[in-house]
């Protein structure tokens, strides 16, 4: 396999994605690599502001079908503006959170959804990640630790506990479902631990 330049993490909020994905990306620039390190949603200015509608307020604000296109919009930004100018300059893209987190948030926790995520993906975004690393992690345990950063962004932590146990699942078939791309990484464990073992798939 050619080299992996477009990388996501993905995973239940609290997982670890964010503290992994920095820590990834200072890896590979300890190694002599240029890395944009990005997040979703936002990782481009109009992204940012999408952002906020989605993460604040009540979380009935949206419905699942609404949150499809606030997140797909994000997402087409993001890459326009980010993702595709940075490896068209030869870098490596490291994402907290891409097309995944719509499959599963969106997808398949308010009804299935899939399909709908589906076609706007193909119509709008047409992009995989060459390597997304999916942290497995305990939702009482991961659902605690996100509230405890009040962040002011809780509008999915909001959702509760059965909410995110519905999200474990939905990762785990998403992980099975492409071996080649996907790898599960189990998060009850050190940041170190953690760390190594997703530097060691490199
Ligand atoms: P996410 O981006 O998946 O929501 P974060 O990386 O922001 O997760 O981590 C959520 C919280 O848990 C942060 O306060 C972080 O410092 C802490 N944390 C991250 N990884 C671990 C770990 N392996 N063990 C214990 N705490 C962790
Ligand atoms: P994030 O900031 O990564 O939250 P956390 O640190 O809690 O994991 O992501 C924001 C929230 O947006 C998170 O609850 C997941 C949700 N989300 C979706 O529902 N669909 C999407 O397509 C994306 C990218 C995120």
Same mark, same amino acid.
């Given at each position: 396999?050619?080299?992996?330049?477009?990388i996501?993490?993905?995973?239940?909020?609290?997982?670890?994605?964010?503290t992994?994905?920095?820590?990834?990306?200072?890896?590979?620039?300890?190694?002599?690599?240029e890395?944009?390190?990005?997040r979703?949603?936002?990782?481009s200015?109009?992204?940012?502001?999408?952002?906020?509608?989605?993460?604040?307020?009540?979380?009935?604000?949206w419905s699942?079908?609404?949150?499809?296109?606030?997140?797909?919009?994000?997402?087409?930004?993001?890459?326009?503006?980010?993702?595709?100018?940075?490896?068209?300059?030869?870098?490596?893209?490291?994402?907290? $959170?891409?097309?995944?987190?719509?499959?599963?948030?969106?997808?398949?926790t308010?009804?299935?959804?899939?399909?709908?995520?589906?076609?706007?993906?193909?119509?709008?975004?047409?992009?995989?990640?060459?390597? !997304?690393? *999916?942290?497995?992690?305990?939702? #009482? !345990?991961?659902?605690? $630790?996100?509230l405890?950063?009040?962040?002011? #962004?809780?509008?999915?932590?909001?959702?509760?506990?059965?909410?995110?146990?519905?999200?474990?699942?939905?990762?785990?078939?998403?992980?099975?479902?492409?071996?080649?791309?996907?790898?599960?990484?189990?998060?009850?464990? !050190?940041?170190?631990?953690?760390a190594?073992? *997703?530097?060691?798939?490199?």
């Open positions: 396999m050619s080299e992996p330049r477009f996501t993490f993905e995973g239940i909020d609290g997982s670890g994605k964010s992994q994905a920095r820590r990834f990306a200072s890896y590979l620039e300890g190694q002599g690599r890395v944009v390190l990005t979703e949603p936002g990782g200015s109009g992204a940012e502001d999408i952002r906020a509608l989605l993460l604040t307020g009540d979380p009935g604000r699942a079908e609404t949150e499809i296109l606030l997140f797909t919009a994000a997402r087409r930004d993001h890459l326009e503006k980010t993702i595709h100018p940075a490896l068209a300059a030869g870098k490596i893209v490291v994402s907290d $959170r891409f097309a995944d987190s719509t499959r599963v948030y969106q997808g398949a308010r009804g299935d959804l899939r399909a709908m995520v589906d076609s706007l993906h193909a119509l709008m975004i047409g992009r995989e990640p060459d390597l !997304t690393f *999916i942290i497995d992690m305990d939702p #009482e !345990t991961a659902l605690t $630790r996100g405890a950063r009040k962040s002011g #962004e809780d509008r999915f932590e909001d959702f509760g506990l059965a909410f995110q146990e519905t999200l474990r699942h939905g990762f785990l078939a998403l992980a099975r479902a492409n071996p080649d791309r996907c790898v599960l990484i189990d998060g009850n464990r !050190t940041e170190d631990q953690i190594s073992e *997703i530097a060691a798939h490199l």
